[in-house]
């Protein structure tokens, strides 16, 4: 999934709670008219998020709104009793909810909110009247003939049209002269697309093993603590990014093991140990890993492909297998 942040504070809570480090936002709008408490759309939306999740920033007021950068959810939307430092006028609420941030990535060349409104005028009202018989819940609305910014809309859903629009090369190309800059924004657009591919193999690969880690006799079914991982790595094989069988489920602990060649997997799906001094007296190989030597990983509907189990043995140097 992926978020658009709107932020117009330059505070924004704080600390912890400050811009890039978490989303957050009051767990209710409270109106002293009717002493009551109201819940908002667009802050609730932060209980959707789950980790993993891609957020765009839309940071700034009036003219100097722009698109600064992403960031990627650490954890879930959840609700919380913590404070945020600085919580000016929402300092009212007895909770909030949050969901912490990392890898911020700050675009080398800001999106400017008037030229995408001015460059996209017709493509975004095409695209809100498409969208008329639905729930929009989006950052922006066309009114009195033009586009603004819907007030409240913090944390709003963003689709990979909506996306594309706003990484588009054009709307580097027409407010700045460098062009080494506008190359920028395409290499954003491909890292976020490959980050929502990930994601999707990520979720593939886990369905694809019951949401079990498939190493021997480990029993980690939390989804929390499960990592759909590649075995042929991205960034050496692209001709298997996509493929489930070039995919392991297992636990955050396994995971980092088999990534760091403290075990491999043979032709038969056994775990085969490594042999080298540093990683044979490691208290986790030892504790974790040694007494699953030549056992079976636990079997998945798509069985993992052997020509990248091979790749993963010659890149952790198992170079006897």
């Known amino acids: 999934m992926i978020w658009i ?38 802050w609730s939306n932060i209980l959707k998020v789950q980790q993993g999740d891609i957020v765009l920033h839309l940071r700034g007021k009036n003219h100097s709104a722009s698109f600064v950068g992403y960031s990627i959810a ?45 460059i996209h005028k017709n493509e975004l009202i095409k695209y809100l009247k498409e969208l008329a018989e639905t729930p929009i819940n989006r950052f922006f609305v066309y ?12 944390l709003s859903k963003c689709d990979e049209r909506l996306l594309s629009l706003i990484l588009r090369e054009n709307n580097v190309l027409n407010t700045s002269s460098d062009i080494k800059e506008a190359i920028s924004t395409s290499e954003v657009w491909r890292s976020v697309k490959q980050r929502i591919g990930q994601i999707q193999f990520s979720e593939s690969v886990k369905k694809n093993y019951g949401y079990k880690c498939c190493f021997p006799e480990c029993k980690i079914d939390d989804p929390k603590f ?8 991205w960034v050496d094989n692209s001709t298997k990014r996509g493929n489930i069988s070039n995919g392991l489920c297992l636990c ?3 995971d980092k093991a088999f990534e760091h060649g403290y075990f491999a997997l043979d032709d038969e799906y056994c ?17 974790h890993i040694k007494p699953f030597d030549h056992k079976e990983i636990n079997c998945s509907q798509i069985r993992p492909d052997k020509n990248s189990l091979k790749e993963h043995r010659y890149r952790c140097k198992f170079f006897n297998n």
Not at 12 to 32: I, Q
Not at 76 to 95: C, F, I, M, V
Not at 226 to 233: K, N
Request: overall charge positive.
């Open 226 to 233: 499960l990592v759909g991982s590649h075995i042929a790595r």
């Open 271 to 287: 775990v085969i140990l490594s042999c080298k001094s540093e990683i044979q007296n490691s208290k986790i190989f030892v504790e």
């Open 74 to 118: 650490a954890t879930d939307g959840h609700e919380t009793l913590e404070r945020p430092p600085q919580g000016g006028k929402w300092n009212y609420a007895t909770s909030y909810f949050r969901v912490l941030l990392k890898d911020y990535y700050p675009f080398k060349t800001q999106i400017q909110l008037d030229d995408f409104f001015s």
């Open 5 to 42: 942040e709107m932020s117009r504070d330059n505070i924004h809570g704080g600390g912890e709670w400050g811009f890039t480090k978490c989303l957050w936002a009051p767990a209710y709008k409270y109106c002293p008219k009717e002493s009551r408490k109201i819940p908002w759309l667009y």
């Open 252 to 254: 955050v602990l396994h």
């Open 143 to 154: 009114q009195n003939n033009r586009l603004q910014c819907l007030n409240g809309a913090y």
